[in-house]
């Protein structure tokens, strides 16, 4: 699905998403992303739920995320409860779609200006 350009200077948007590919402002991603309003970690290494699911939760919180976002891929899949545990201990909204559904609300949610993160599986 392609997306329509946005005129949102300085904040990551999600522009495309398909055949394996995340495309985040006019860079084409594989593997998988963590991204945030003014953040952004290419993760080309991570190519399934399970090793994205591994990733520190230090380093998500280290965004001050309000919300957290999962984006499993073609799918929706849903992680161990102690994953989504993890953040909801902390006040952080948690949620887990399929990464197109995940791109569409991350794009809605941070032109909100919210402290969204998202990790998505391409």
Same mark, same amino acid.
Request: aromatic fraction near 6%.
């Given at each position: 699905? *392609?997306? !329509? ?17 995340? *495309? ?7 593997? /998988? ?6 953040? @952004? ?5 991570? @190519?399934? &739920?399970?090793? &994205? ?9 280290? @965004?001050?995320?309000?919300? &957290? ?12 409860? !102690?994953?989504?545990? *993890?953040? @909801? ?9 399929? !990464?197109? /559904?995940?791109?569409? !609300? ?17």
């Amino acid at each position: 699905m *392609r997306f !329509t350009r946005e005129s949102t200077s300085g904040i990551n948007i999600i522009r495309g998403y398909g055949g394996g590919e995340l *495309r985040i402002n006019d860079t084409v991603y594989r593997g /998988a992303v963590i991204v945030s309003g003014t953040s @952004l970690a290419h993760e080309p290494a991570i @190519l399934d &739920l399970e090793a &994205l699911l591994a990733i520190d939760t230090a380093r998500i919180m280290s @965004l001050s995320p309000e919300v &957290l976002l999962l984006g499993t891929g073609a799918q929706q899949a849903f992680p161990p409860p !102690t994953f989504s545990a *993890r953040y @909801l201990s902390c006040g952080v909204g948690f949620e887990a779609m399929n !990464t197109g /559904a995940a791109c569409r !609300t991350y794009n809605v949610l941070v032109g909100e200006q919210r402290r969204v993160v998202a990790m998505l599986l391409a």
